[in-house]
């Protein structure tokens, strides 16, 4: 498979915090990998770095062999908490990514309505973000992202905020677009269920600061959503064996 990024023993540290490091993984072209760890093991920082939008204090970061030393318009990030613009429609919304990068308005116009469809948001362009429902909003992130076209999708628990019932409505919409589109995608959750029913790769962090502390392939086929897939004995066999991890951390760092 084609490596896609490689993270080279990143090291970050904020003030007298050690985050994260040394890290190092990689991610293959198209791949869906999903990254999983205990509370402030920087997996957000991790994203960050991979992203661009942060620098590391020591290693590097290489997206097709070339060093990341800022964003990059191949890449584009979904945050957690939506990151909408509350003064802004649905429209411009999804429009801001390709204006802050310059597309000139004939794409604008052709994209954005593509894109507002894809995620199932017609009839909602001029709407405003409190008028939404928060998978709506996560929606309008995506669609935002996905615009200018990346072809790295980095997401930090995009479907965090969501009751039960959106959140897998959008784990389903979400792989759906994936095996349309292709991209490369990264995803950080804290959920182990929501990581093995997207993930082809899952990556186990440990506590701070972070390190990979296993790499994981997930092998059960798709499509995976409902219940008939979490009875399944390997999905049994994974959860538990992550639960282990993650478990066993915590009760180290004590």
Known sequence: MTTRIVADAVVKRFGDVFALGPCSLEVHANEFLCVIGPSG??????????AGLIAPDEGAVRLDGTEVRGP????????????LFPWKTVWDNVAYGLRAH??????????????????GLQGFERKYPYQL????????????????????LLMDEPFG????????????????IW???????V???????????????????????????EDLPV?????????????????????????ELLRADAEGSR
Do not use: N
Request: glycine share 8%; with cysteine; aromatic share 6%.
């Open 41 to 50: 093991c920087g997996k957000t920082t991790l994203l960050r770095i991979l």
């Open 72 to 83: 990059r318009r191949e890449v584009a990030m979904v945050f957690q908490h939506f990151g």
């Open 102 to 119: 310059g597309y000139p308005e004939s794409v604008i116009r052709e994209r954005v309505p593509r894109y507002i469809e894809l995620m």
């Open 133 to 152: 429902s928060g998978g709506m909003q996560q929606r309008v992130g995506i669609a935002r992202a996905l615009a200018v076209d990346p072809e790295v």
């Open 161 to 176: 905020a969501l009751d039960a019932q959106t959140r897998e409505f959008m784990q389903e919409e979400l792989v759906r």
């Open 179 to 185: 095996r349309l589109q292709r991209k490369t995608v």
């Open 187 to 213: 995803f950080v959750t804290h959920s182990i269920d929501e990581a093995i029913l997207l993930g082809d790769r899952i990556v186990v962090l440990s506590g701070r600061p972070g390190r990979v502390r």
């Open 219 to 243: 092998d059960i086929p798709r499509p995976r959503a409902g219940e008939r897939v979490r009875a399944l004995p390997r999905f049994l066999e994974l959860r538990r064996y992550v639960w």
